[in-house]
DNA sequence: CGCCACATTGATCCTCTTCAAAGCGTGTGG
DNA sequence: CCACACGCTTTGAAGAGGATCAATGTGGCG
């Protein structure tokens, strides 16, 4: 597992602040607190930044780069259960996880920053940090939630659909942190992976693709993602997107 | 909606003490408040529990029947996210979540008891409470355990398997309260629920479950099921148990 | 140039769905 | 006590969605 801790760290928690920002609401303390995250590191495509069944080690906020939560069985089959894109954290919650419960793997080069002093904040009975735990419980909200749309996905939808559904979840994920417009998105994911996200095969995925390319509904190539028609994908894959800012309001109010 | 309040409440939370006893450390304190809690309801099945979107209501514990967290597609596709036992709580959590993720319903008729209590221990600073708080953090990783096994199954599993894996998971959840042997426990499930939470179709599900009669691994009538070879089940799905307990130790320690 | 990872295509197979009907058990009303 | 209805299970036949196998195409890169 070869850690690369990089001098001047030239990627900031700025994304993570911007995340936190969009879900919750986050006083000067608190962005002052990420701000001054500063152990970056960095690792390479197919690395493990967590290990099922480990005990979970320090919590991580994923500065660039895709990864994936997954799991394998005996004869090889992988599922991932969910992405993590730029902005969002890992093991770092009210509830520290003590046993990995998936496996976390670098689908791109990636960086993350350690963020042992947002732990910290978040155990301490200090109540400077309220609005802090509020933006951690509705980021661990929304995180739930995509793990119930994946569910349904899976269980309930066809690959048409899921594809589509799965690709508005990621681009309200990466609108989320400014890395998307409403309708184009980087989208570094080999086939495998989307196969593997959605329970298809590699071949279906691409054959579902292209009928979607077909149907003038969506460009994807060479890691640009381009939802040519929004509206109407959300209504193939019947996809209402989670309101998390909404949940915000309401909590400890 | 019809609550009924039992006036001499027979349905104690014991069970919610066994459960929690079994998966982490309960000191006297967290016991005598779950003693304490006397607000026990009733619902007929089929009655909605929690309706999603709506903001949640009180947090509860379910004593005894079955619930199911559900969603719905437009055209009447139901997937069922996760299955709710004896002992089992509903919103009951440091993060308690502002706006329903899934409807919950009551698969059988049943008896829950209001937990309000329990949430404000759990939300105040009182020391006193760190044994309750640490039980339920593990109650909720579980609870996200079952969603992973949930979408591992969906996704990679095919319909044999995954019948078998959920027949096991379920036991392995009876078995936390005292409610299941290795081998033989209630299940009052109709084989429409056991379909609508593998993503099979009605008409498969009875096939596979014939086949498991002929192969002699399953019997599963009237509402009881036996396991007839409980380690060739979980060798055909992978069947891995969840290990609560060792969590609880390393926590906060 | 040649290698490698990834995308694409065609053909065939099979798991699972759908549709339709018939059995079965239980509770209810006549 | 029988008739009937209703919910659930079971069975058969046909069809579709997606998997698998195998090969070819394509682009980046040492």
Redesign the interface.
């Known amino acids: 597992m070869s850690l690369v801790r990089s001098r001047p760290p030239i990627a900031r928690a700025d994304i993570v602040i911007r995340r936190l920002k969009a879900i919750a609401h986050l006083g000067d303390d608190a962005e002052a607190l990420f701000a001054s995250l500063s152990d970056v590191h960095s690792l390479p495509a197919g690395a493990e930044l967590v290990t099922e069944r480990d005990?979970m080690e320090r919590p991580r906020y994923l500065l660039s780069g895709w990864a994936a939560k997954v799991?394998w069985?005996?004869d090889g089959?992988?599922?991932?259960?969910n992405f993590m894109v730029p902005g969002e954290g890992l093991g770092v919650c009210?509830?520290?996880?003590?046993?990995a419960?998936?496996t976390v793997v670098a689908l791109t080069p990636l960086q993350y920053v350690d963020a042992g002093p947002v732990q910290r904040a978040l155990l301490s009975?200090d109540d400077r940090w309220n609005d802090l735990r509020e933006a951690i419980?509705v980021a661990?909200?929304l995180g739930?939630?995509y793990?119930?749309s994946?569910?349904?996905r899976?269980?309930?939808?066809t690959a048409y659909e899921r594809l589509c559904h799965l690709l508005l979840e990621i681009r309200d994920r990466l609108l989320l942190v400014g890395m998307a417009s409403e309708t184009h998105f980087a989208m570094p994911m080999t086939q495998e992976t989307l196969a593997d996200a959605?329970?298809l095969s590699i071949v279906h995925v691409n054959r579902i693709l292209q009928q979607l390319r077909r149907e003038r509904l969506l460009e994807l190539q060479a890691g640009k993602a381009h939802l040519r028609d929004p509206a109407a994908l959300a209504a193939i894959a019947?996809y209402k997107a989670p309101?998390p800012s909404?949940?915000?309001h309401?909590?400890r109010h």
């Open positions: 005990t799991r069985l005996p089959r992988r599922q991932i259960f009210m509830r520290p996880n003590p046993l419960l998936s009975d419980h661990s909200s739930e939630a793990l119930l994946q569910i349904m899976l269980g309930r939808q959605t329970g019947d309101q909404e949940a915000a309401r909590f």
